[in-house]
């Protein structure tokens, strides 16, 4: 692991992923971070702010 002084801490092989999870009555985004277990957080797909809205 990487510490990093300035408050951020991650793994230095850290894989960042963004998917769409539907259980047919709702859509979740998921953001993960896969190379740690448990690294993952979801919200509503349409309260999800767009790419463009991030850049």
Known sequence: MVVD???HVGASNETVVGSIDSDGRSDEYV???I???GAWLSMRADEAA???AWR
């Open 5 to 7: 002084h300035n408050g």
């Open 31 to 33: 953001i993960a971070d």
């Open 35 to 37: 190379s740690a277990d």
């Open 50 to 52: 767009t790419l463009p």
